[in-house]
């Protein structure tokens, strides 16, 4: 059964701090997605990672994919309150759209 | 723009009763949609796989007497909480794959909030 775990479950950060959140999975998986939620909305895509070594970057958040360590971790530089959320990454094993969601870590940013 | 809707957004309903919620894909056909349910605080956990003119897959663990699947049409999947009780308060999201082969994501709807009193 395929298992996707978050660390840090929580997170409180000052503003202008780096921080990574990271991502493991327990089964083979090219296809791994990073979301934000925010309180009582639904899911708002952030990234998509397709391949081994897969690097992605939007703003202050950067993605990285290492299929081989079944890793994948969210960057967040240089922090801002607008980006207190909830963030899940997302595993597609089967290739069939059925998404494992990993644990989530509620990302609280303090002005 | 959004690609699935939901609706209703919200719904409150007493226990024992049973209560529709919709999801749609706009301008596109689904023949598989799928359903996810998040409760408060919670990550969302995928309950059942919807297969336009066959039976919903449900995933271990649901019940699919309870959770009433239909996809009667290309672009619309109901799920159905029968006989609803509290603990069955909870966020429910749809969503639908990719328009086409060049895309890997899917479109998730804006969800819909159940409240079982």
């Known amino acids: 059964e395929l298992k996707v775990e978050q660390n840090p479950l929580f997170l409180s950060m000052q503003e202008g701090k780096n921080y990574t959140i990271y991502c493991n999975y327990s089964t083979t998986s090219d296809r791994l997605y990073w979301y934000r939620q925010d309180p009582g909305k639904s899911l708002e895509s952030l990234f998509v990672l397709l391949s081994n070594g897969a690097v992605k970057q939007e703003g202050r958040l950067m993605a990285s994919l290492d299929t081989k360590a079944r890793l994948s971790t969210l960057h967040i530089t240089a922090a801002v309150h607008d980006l207190s959320a909830t963030y899940f990454c997302?595993?597609?094993?089967?290739?069939?759209?059925?998404?494992?969601f990993g644990t989530g870590t509620r990302l609280k940013v303090l002005a | 723009g959004a690609v699935v809707s939901q609706h209703p957004s919200w719904v409150i309903c007493k226990s024992g009763t049973s209560v529709k919620i919709e999801c749609r894909s706009l301008?596109?056909?689904?023949?598989?949609m799928f359903w996810y349910r998040q409760f408060p605080k919670q990550s969302l956990m995928l309950m059942a796989t919807s297969n336009e003119g066959s039976k919903a897959t449900y995933e271990q663990g649901v019940e699919k007497d309870k959770f009433l699947i239909n996809h009667a049409s290309l672009t619309l999947s109901t799920l159905t909480v029968t006989s609803a009780h509290p603990e069955d308060s909870s966020f429910y999201i749809c969503s639908a794959p990719p328009r086409t082969l060049f895309s890997y994501e899917q479109y998730f709807g804006p969800g819909t909030r159940l409240t079982v009193t």
């Open positions: 301008d596109f056909q689904a023949t598989t």
């Open positions: 997302a595993v597609d094993a089967s290739g069939t759209y059925k998404y494992i």
